[in-house]
């Protein structure tokens, strides 16, 4: 296990502060919890953050979402427990979480407005960058989620 690094909490506050801002914009968003929470977990499982995986895992479990639906992210192409909505979700948060890989697709974002419409669309993508920030911050910090 790695050391810890000091906070950027405490070493950049003011930055810091507006990922705060960031992040209570995002809880206020009209997208279900339950679709919140796969979306950081989905991002969280590709940037590799176990903080964030930690959290929301237990955030989406205390949502209601079951175990054996949160093992079944990571291979949600293949799995049938997820909804049309839900592999629309997935799809999105992996194309935008690797932008690198050819940004996202036409057919990805006309299916997203098709199923959310424009606006919710928008705040979807920024729920998306929000949580991959939060990835970036934490591995960068190398933190530990204790609860």
């Known amino acids: 296990m790695t050391q810890k690094r000091k906070s950027i909490q405490i070493l950049a506050?003011?930055?810091?502060?507006?990922?705060?801002?960031?992040?209570?914009?995002?809880?206020?968003?009209?997208?279900?919890?339950?679709y919140k929470a796969l979306i950081k977990i989905r991002a969280s499982q590709i940037n590799g953050c176990a903080y964030c995986l930690d959290m929301h895992t237990e955030?989406?479990?205390?949502?209601?979402?079951?175990?054996?639906?949160?093992?079944?992210?990571?291979?949600?192409?293949?799995?049938?427990?997820?909804?049309?909505?839900?592999?629309?979700?997935?799809q999105l948060t992996e194309e935008v979480t690797e932008i690198y890989k050819g940004g996202v697709s036409?057919?990805?974002?006309?299916?997203?407005?098709?199923?959310?419409?424009?606006?919710?669309?928008?705040?979807?993508?920024?729920?998306i960058v929000i949580i991959n920030s939060w990835n970036r911050i934490t591995i960068s910090a190398k933190q530990i989620y204790k609860k």
């Open 13 to 34: 506050p003011a930055a810091y502060e507006a990922m705060i801002t960031l992040e209570n914009w995002g809880e206020s968003c009209q997208l279900s919890p339950l």
């Open 59 to 90: 955030e989406a479990l205390a949502h209601g979402e079951t175990a054996r639906k949160i093992f079944a992210i990571s291979v949600w192409h293949e799995s049938h427990l997820f909804s049309e909505e839900e592999r629309c979700l997935l």
């Open 106 to 127: 036409d057919e990805t974002y006309a299916k997203t407005r098709e199923y959310f419409g424009e606006k919710l669309t928008a705040q979807i993508i920024m729920l």
